[in-house]
């Protein structure tokens, strides 16, 4: 006997599971669940820190584990294991079952079987031998952190490197059946300058997802330049006082804003919890009409970009607002049952451990047709703000953003660099304040955690000008 | 397999691919939570998880790591190849040895280890509560946070000198966060969290009454004038500060050059004679309590901070090595191993006659912001510089009454503010992070949009 035809009774990656996995799904709807969805991984990460001229850390790790989610109504158990046999999958199906409390195994929906095999790791399977050795990476990130002594007021030098490879299996009782592998890469440099009593600091990150050779071609020089100016730049820089003022936000990660402040709550999860201003506004305007976003999961090689989402379903692009329109929201399985808004490719999770949720891909708002010096040169008085930090959004829509990189705008032109600023407000009264876009559109990668933990996005957006926005400062 | 049984298949593996020197930080857990909406069950949760970290020298001396979910005969090895592996790319700078304490006897808290309630019995006690709270005020919409969860672990530390180490807990955890909303005003929110070692030691009731009253004392609010003002920190908000700026203390951190201290800044002053921090991860009151760290060194009370001035810093055992000091039990097992505190305690000290006893945040009627809580602490702190700028939620108290202060930030410097600490009250309280009073710090700036 052929060993495919042995039926197994444990998941094997890179074999056909789908006798098994359709014996799991069967005993879940024959218990009377209405839908049960089965996510498998594997995964396979490295990551690689160098500090001043050292490699001070090099850290593989791996594993394996399911996450199992039963449908009841509109109610969903979740249950999480390392356990992939047979055995330990049944045992977590009965456990989802039990704790949504079914007792009455009548069904209500039926299950055909799974669907033909739709296997996107097809031609991925070689990126695990494509992705630089540690050993070439550590290079690199040497040459990189040595790039940085540039002046004896830099004081801290760090590269970074991250590499994940997860590969996925997902079978769901509507005859779902998906296999995939996904690479993302990550590499970033830091710098702490300082003189006497002055500090400053400078950070870059750069990111791809399925591009195993992209680290390779990583120009490492131009980043180190670019921290380096950052951090010298900011060095001396005053504290930014405080008040009302236009600002402009450059592109790539100045896209956070949007993301936190807006996309977040265009998401389902969102109008489950009643927690967004956005929820009865579709087709009503709810930003300046020079305002067009997008969320995508499609452009290739970017950081938030899948060829399945983790519920199975390809991304599409999803035009979120047009010419300050709001036209849709960002959807999973669980967002379209509660909210009746459908799906669009976007159910994401950190690992198996999490229940897929409506997340966002890569984000951006639409380039437009101003020149940067356009925007700057609309403003007596404001704020470029050339480099974000992180931000968060509260419960109610409030946000907050912390400014890297700061300068004041004086007379159209850029003047002193600031540190210290803080911009401050709420979505929806922020989004009808950007009024020019401008022509040079880029996306930055990021990390984005919530409520199915972290995962990878891009933010972008091209230069735009906010009216008016609460800087804080001292 | 048990703790037991997979030390002895680590040291089974590792002797079949000669590696004489190892250790591993296993943790084993079962959880299980539940979610509301309106009195419906909207998500309930389990997971069953094991993570492995193993470390192993090779025949320089250098280390290599490897982290696993996956404990099978195969994974274990398969863990052990590659952390031989990354053993090569091991620091040649800075040696990492067993630690020197990790056979020395730990101090077990009475665990009060408790039992599973299941599910069902969380999701009657959550809709329960969500009810109550619901019900507390006409102005409170929704919940549209919450949760309550419970989980049992065991974590181990092992190395191949014949050290073992292992302890089981139970931890519960309720968290309410409520959503009120009035006509013609933005909505405000506001909520409570309370930990205990099971289901049953968590007060329901306290929890649904401070989820509402904050709320509810967020629905009149204002702008406020930026300003610098006279500034009472809640115990929760005053820990939030020091433990984000808690690379002060932090050994790991001075050697990486990100902390504001140096080697040289034991005795250094850094605040009123009147001010006392300690570090104290086996405090009674610590639900989470760990009595060993990653390397397997004893957890013990430690004081940072003693009428003032810099005690010690926390230590990891190759830092130790380096400042020529012991391990205190602070480390976490990593291929760069981190320290991180465990729990801040802040009192008085004996030395507070330059204190402004008047400054009463119950009693106290001039005019001040009191910071309740201080949000987006990974955005707005920059620890290697010292400096800070938070949104947080708070009042102004100014002739007598208070109003509920809409969207600002408090900015500064944490020298500054330590510093400047005016007064110290004398009741301390219990926090999910630690335990402090109330600090009271002269002239914050606050941005507001007024």
Redesign the interface.
Known sequence: MLSSQIKSNEIIFGSCNKDLLEEIIFYGMGLGADFVEIFIENTDNSS??A?ED????????????AGIRIFKD??????????LTKIGLMRSVS??I????ITDNKKREVFNGLDKHRDYSLSKKKWINEVPS??EI?EKLLVSTKSLKKSNKI??RKGSYSRNLQEVIIASSDGTYVSDIRLHQTVGLNV?ASDAQY???GSRRFGSSGLPHEFRLWDHEKAANDVFESSMNMLYAD?VD???MPVVLANKFGGVIFHEACGHLLETTQI????TPFENKLNEKIAHESVTAIDEGISEGSFGSLSVDDEGMEPEKSVLIKDGILKKFISDRAGELRTGHKRTGSGRRQNY?F?AASRMRNTYIAKGDHSKEDLINSISEGLYCKSM????V???G?F???VEEGYLIKNGKLTNPV????L???AKEVMPKISMCGNDLELAPGFCGSISGSVNVTVGQPHIKVDSI????? | MNSKEITIQISEAADSLNLKKWDYGASFSNDYSVQVDKGEAKQLKASQKQILTIRVWNESNLVGITTTSDISESGIKKALNQANIASDFGNKNEKTEFSPLAKDPIKVKDSKKRNPVGIKKLLTLLREAEVKLLESHESIKSVPYNGLSESFYERVYANSDGAFRSYTKSQAALYLYARAEEKNKKPRSSGSVKLGYGVEDIDIESCIKDASNKTISHLNYSSIKTDKYLICFSPESFLTIINAFSSMFNARSILDGVSLSNKNSIGEKLSTEALNIYDDGLHEKNISSSPFDGEGTPTKRLCLINKGRLENFIHSESTARIFKTIPTGHAGLGSKVSVSPDWIVVEKSEENSDLKKSLDHSTYEGEFVYIEELNAIHAGVRASQGSFSLPFDGWLYKNGKKISIESATVAGDIKYLLKNIVNIESNQEVTTSGISPHIWVDELSITGDA
């Not at chain 1, 050292?54 to 584990?65: A, D, L």
């Not at chain 1, 489950?272 to 927690?275: L, Y």
């Open positions: 690689v820190l500090e050292f490699i001070t850390s090099v850290s593989p790790s791996f594993g394996r584990g509109k109610k969903d158990g979740f249950v999480s294991t390392n356990d456990q989802a039990e704790m949504l409390d540690i050993h550590s004081i801290t702490i500090r400053s600091s504290y405080a008040g009302q489950e919890r009643g927690t451990s229940a930090g992180g931000g968060s509260g419960a109610t409030q907050n953003f912390a540190k210290g600023a803080t401050i407000g709420e609460t800087v804080g400062g001292r």
